[in-house]
């Protein structure tokens, strides 16, 4: 089920009845069922999966726990951290396999999605359980006596879907820490969830608009209209990925149970792209530096800088192919890659040149966030694009190379869209009002100093709020990161 169904909004509402109306010792059990009933919905036999795969690490665990000789415990960690691999890259790759090698089989046969397809969240609960299992082989969290609170970690229904990747420690301690309910964490889960569903639908639903047709009919377009859309699909992105990890968060947090943050205004203050990625999807990154870049960095120190330069395109090309075994993907994880390594290797320099030059530095602070942005919608064409060959073709055509004939590259019809300049307006609109309620969030004691205003003023934006998102809600897609 969705999030932005009203079926899931009768779940949780019934889910939520049960779980607080129950003793505290029990709570995790129960919301270890409805998290599968939840993932259930979706797959049965995914469900079975995942039970399956949470099982088989929560053994390897005790057992790494248990076994006192270092060269049994590596084997033992290599054995549980390939079988995981195994079974995401197996999935992952079984789509793309099995079209390049039979596509008429798969096109004509519907059962091929279902056999075929990786489960729902995979790429998420592989990665929770292989930061356990690291985490137990290097000593830095016991494992779990307890089959429950493991199954839980793994299948906790807000997250599922599309993160966010919470640690294990973090949601441990959280669990074990949990008492009577709390009314503050339930209002502010209230209001991050409707927050999410602003996001969704009053900008990134309609942004989609555009994203949809220009990548779509894109030899219909001028250059300025395919650079509107490259533009529309990366704020599109934002605001999508960023509300469902609003509304993920907002669902735990009416469990007691608070999410990690995922994004820190990245487009808006990111004075380079390393800083973009410590902003955007923050537990992914921040969870591939710790078990993937601090290794390899390590393995290649003695390589100097380019031991660092290599390191850092392995994260980085990690982070493209996580999303799928796709081409497209892997040179989105390239191009990052690539401009990362001449971002970090010559901040230095670019440091020492500013810094005796404070008009030019003035300008920096404005300037860089927006060629940091620039960088981050180039390579977002390639995210979108479904082949390499629509990905270049959409570049050229932006860039005015394509062949003789093809539309003006001057011309700007939002009506070639199916746009209206009101509903691109209201995205706009969003997009103001949703910076702004990040800035705040940004703030010291947010959400006390807002809990003083006036009760009138706070139900008066609700309810607007609430109106808007009603309004909105039609044609309504699903969000972007949910396939991954």
Known sequence: MSFLSIVFAAFLAAGLLVYH????????????????????????WDAALLLAVTAGVYGAARLLDQTPSESRKLRLLTVAIAGLLVLLVGFK????????????????????????????GLSYYSFKLLGYLLDVYWGTLPARRDFVPVALYAAFFPQIVSGPIQRAQDFFTQLDAQRASDPDSFVLGLRRILFGLFKKVAIADQLAVVVTHAHGHS???????????????????????SGITDIAIGTGLLFGIRGPENFNRPYFAAANLQEFWRRWHMSL???????????????????????????????????????????????????????????????????????????????????????????????????QAPDLHSALSYLGQMLHLAPHGTVAASRMDLSSFGLTYGRLFQALAGLVVMETIHWAMSQPDWAQRFNTTRREFRWVLYYAVIVIVMLSARGTTSFIYAKF
């Open 21 to 44: 109306n129950a003793p505290v010792p029990r709570r995790p059990a129960i919301l270890l069922v409805l998290s599968f009933l939840f993932y259930a919905t979706w797959s049965v």
């Open 93 to 120: 790759c079984a789509w793309l396999l099995a079209t390049q090698l039979n596509a008429a089989w798969v096109e004509g046969n519907p059962n091929a999605v279902l056999l075929l397809a990786a489960p729902l």
């Open 219 to 241: 030899l219909q377009h001028s250059s300025l209209e395919l650079l509107l859309g490259a533009y529309c699909f990366s704020l599109q992105m934002y605001a999508d990925f």
């Open 285 to 383: 990154t921040s969870w591939l530096t710790d078990y993937l870049f601090v290794p390899l960095r390590m393995t290649f120190r003695h390589l100097g800088n380019a031991g660092l330069a290599l390191a850092i395109f392995i994260n980085m090309v990690a982070v493209g192919i996580w999303h799928g075994p796709r081409w497209t993907y892997l040179v989105f994880g390239c191009l990052n890659g690539v401009f990362m390594i001449v971002s970090v290797l010559t901040l230095k320099r670019r440091n020492q040149f500013f810094k005796t030059r404070p008009t030019l530095t003035r300008w920096r602070a404005w300037v860089a966030p927006l060629v940091t942005f620039h960088l981050v919608v180039l390579t977002h064409i390639f995210f």
